[in-house]
């Protein structure tokens, strides 16, 4: 039990449609990160969120934004769904500006495009 | 992109025996993490090895780290069933940040009871 929850655990939608994930990070922990993991993949890193501003982004087009909220949870958002963002999605919470601290994952939520 | 490549892609060893997992990075890093996910579910943490370390231990766990030949191992000693798992290597960027981590496609270990 990492304390990080996500919701939904699994979800299907139509292609060309929008898609929201949420997650809610571990008390205390001001950072989330959230990763793509498609079937047989090791994660890919979307964005990070610290302190409500996005801070770092990886290798993914504008259609795929976020946010985070005054208590540190945060929200994923993909528009206009592609048949390859079928995959893992996963939310990652860790404390920023003590050193290095343990990331701590959630369980994902599983998002099938059809 | 991936930054890791782990090594072997899959293993499978009988429970008892030891299992050895090689992964190798790119680019220069701060740290290198090894993570373990059940079947479909959330990353677990293993261990973390600063680049200043050679060698890290946790358990039944042994990890090194060879910054010159940019790669790593993780040694899990006197297997069990329950190990059977998908295991990742991931580093860090440069840029101090401990959570934009870059993973490799992972290696997925069976222990046969």
């Known amino acids: 039990e990492t304390g990080v929850t996500q919701s939904p655990t699994h979800l299907i939608k139509t292609r060309g449609q929008q898609v929201t994930l949420r997650c809610s990070s571990q008390s205390g922990h001001n950072t989330v990160s959230w990763y793509q993991q498609a079937l047989g993949q090791g994660p890919q890193f979307i964005f990070q969120y610290y302190r409500e501003e996005e801070n770092g982004r990886g290798n993914f087009p504008p259609r795929f934004s976020g946010l985070q909220f005054p208590n540190y949870s945060s929200e994923l958002n993909v528009n206009a769904l592609e048949l390859d963002d079928s995959a893992l999605y996963l939310c990652?919470?860790?404390?920023?500006?003590?050193?290095?601290?343990?990331?701590?994952f959630g369980e994902g939520s599983w998002l099938t495009v059809v | 992109s991936q930054q890791g490549e782990e090594d072997p892609q899959a293993l499978s060893i009988q429970e008892g025996e030891n299992a050895t997992m090689n992964c190798s990075y790119k680019?220069?890093?701060?740290?290198l993490q090894w993570y373990r996910q059940n079947s479909g579910r959330g990353l677990v943490h293993l261990i973390l090895i600063r680049s200043n370390e050679r060698e890290k231990h946790s358990g039944r766990l042994r990890v090194t780290l060879d910054t010159s030949k940019k790669s790593s191992s993780l040694l899990i000693t006197a297997s069990r069933a329950a190990d059977t798992a998908s295991y990742f290597c991931a580093t860090d960027g440069d840029t101090g940040a401990n959570s934009k981590l870059t993973f490799g496609k992972g290696i997925t270990l069976s222990v046969r009871p």
């Open positions: 680019t220069s890093i701060n740290n």
């Open positions: 990652a919470s860790s404390l920023t500006g003590l050193g290095e601290n343990t990331i701590y």
